[in-house]
């Protein structure tokens, strides 16, 4: 194997589709509490390397079950291409370096967070995906975590109605978005051997229940613009977005069979999640300047 394959496959056990986004909302809980952007920095890397760390230790956990899906069969574990041992060797690094950039530059509270992300995440949550197939909900935990990273980071009350409406949002999002890629990933999910809401539930009432969590999901992010004092026009652009995203999500109650309409829904919720909480802070980036 070339060097550039070995380095690959190291950096691939940092999970970057989901350690990046967890940084960016990290980013962005701290210009919703009116921070700089510029001083924005330690908490979006400390939040960055925390997720890193714990989705190479997380690779180490879910070994067995990637081997069994074809999505995942050729992740670096499962391939033999890196071991165990490496792999939790490789997420010790990220770990203490991310815990160190948030003790020192941010504060104990987003260094008690972001311990807290890694423990429930790698502990709480990993072990109940093998026990329930509603583990997503309980698991959405993790991802309103880096956002509140960001904002106490910024010196923000956490008592506020902004930042609870924002927690709210970013965990909200996170169910219907695991529930649409499971009901297109099920066959993979059988074969691993996981507890299944699309099994236990059936599809068509879990296709409903994703619509459910999207309409909640849009209400929450007109609501964290109200409470997060953005413009009345761009509240106004979020209400519309959100109507937007149900519009182009109806084939999940229509449809729940068709992966079409799946992936067109998957896009849907997550293109609303990002305009949503991207504008609320471009906005809050640009009253910080003015």
Same mark, same amino acid.
């Given at each position: $194997? ?10 691939? !056990? ?31 890397? &400390? ?20 081997? !069994? ?19 939790? !060797? ?5 770990? !203490?370096? %991310? ?23 790698? %502990? ?45 949002? *970013? ?11 499971? $009901? ?36 929450? &992010?007109?609501? $964290? ?46 293109? *609303? ?18």
């Amino acid at each position: $194997m070339t060097l550039a394959k070995r380095i690959g496959a190291r950096v691939e !056990l940092a999970k970057l589709k989901i350690s990046a986004p967890a940084a960016l909302t990290a980013f962005f809980g701290y210009l919703y509490a009116g921070g700089s952007p510029l001083e924005a920095i330690p908490a979006t890397l &400390g939040a960055f390397l925390l997720a890193t760390g714990s989705a190479a230790a997380n690779h180490a956990q879910d070994r067995e079950i990637d081997a !069994l899906m074809e999505r995942t069969k050729s992740r670096p574990l499962p391939s033999g291409v890196v071991s165990v041992e490496e792999a939790l !060797l490789v997420s010790v690094f990220p770990v !203490l370096a %991310g815990s160190a950039t948030l003790v020192f530059a941010c504060g104990w509270i987003p260094y008690a967070l972001g311990v807290g992300a890694i423990l429930w995440y790698n %502990g709480v949550y990993a072990a109940l995906k093998r026990r329930t197939a509603y583990a997503a909900v309980p698991g959405a935990i993790v991802g309103a975590i880096p956002p509140a990273i960001g904002w106490t980071a910024a010196g923000g009350d956490p008592t506020a109605p902004g930042f609870v409406a924002m927690v709210v949002f *970013f965990f909200l999002w996170q169910t219907p978005h695991f529930w649409i890629l499971l $009901m297109i990933r099920r066959e993979d999910y059988r074969r691993a051997g996981l507890p299944s809401a699309a099994d236990r539930s059936g599809v068509r009432a879990l296709a409903f229940s994703s619509y459910v969590w999207i309409a909640a999901t849009g209400a929450a &992010g007109v609501g $964290m613009a109200i409470f997060l004092g953005a413009s009345l026009p761009w509240v106004v652009a979020v209400a519309v977005a959100a109507l937007g995203a149900l519009a182009l999500s109806f084939g999940l109650v229509q449809s729940p069979h068709d992966r079409a309409a799946l992936r067109l829904a998957f896009k849907s919720v997550n293109g *609303f999640t990002l305009v949503c909480a991207a504008g609320v802070a471009a906005e809050r980036a640009i009253d910080f300047y003015h």
